[in-house]
C-alpha cells in the first residue's frame, strides 16, 4: 500500500511540473506576442500595474476554466465508476489550489513589461 501511495505521489510530482511548464509557455508566448502592444500602451501613458493585470486576468479565466474543466471531468468519471472517495476529492481540491498557486507567468510578464533583460 505504501508502494502504491510512493508512485501515485511521484506521478503527481510529475504532473505538476508538466502543467507548470506548459502554463509557463502559453504565458510566455502570449506575452511575446503582445509585447510591443504592452509597450505602445506604456508608453501613452499606461499604467504598468493595470498593463499586468490586463495580461493576469486573462491568464486567471484560462487557468480558472481549465480546472473547473478538469475537475469536472474527474469527478463525472469517479461518479460513473463508483469510485468517488474522500481521497479523490481531497486530492482536487489540493491540485486545485497548487494550480492556482503555481501560476509561473510572473516571470515572463514582468520581461514583457520591464523590457527585455
Known amino acids: 500500500m505504501v508502494g502504491r501511495i510512493f508512485v501515485f505521489g511521484g506521478v503527481l510530482l510529475v504532473a505538476v511540473v508538466f502543467a507548470a511548464a506548459s502554463l509557463y509557455a502559453l504565458m510566455a508566448v ?3 506576442r503582445r509585447t510591443r ?3 505602445i500602451r506604456i508608453a501613452l501613458g499606461a499604467n504598468p500595474r493595470r498593463v499586468l493585470r490586463t495580461v493576469f ?3 486567471g479565466r ?6 473547473i474543466a478538469g475537475d469536472s471531468i474527474v469527478l463525472l468519471i469517479a461518479w460513473r465508476t463508483d469510485a468517488m472517495t474522500t ?3 481531497v486530492s482536487l481540491a489540493i491540485m486545485s489550489v497548487i494550480m492556482v ?3 509561473p507567468g510572473v ?3 514582468n520581461r514583457g513589461v520591464d523590457g527585455d533583460r
Not at 484560462?62 to 480546472?67: A, E, K, M, S, T
Open 30 to 32: 502570449a506575452v511575446q
Open 37 to 39: 502592444e504592452i509597450g
Open 57 to 59: 486576468a486573462r491568464a
Open 62 to 67: 484560462q487557468l480558472g476554466g481549465g480546472i
Open 87 to 89: 481521497d479523490l476529492l
Open 101 to 103: 498557486d503555481v501560476c
Open 107 to 109: 516571470t515572463s510578464v
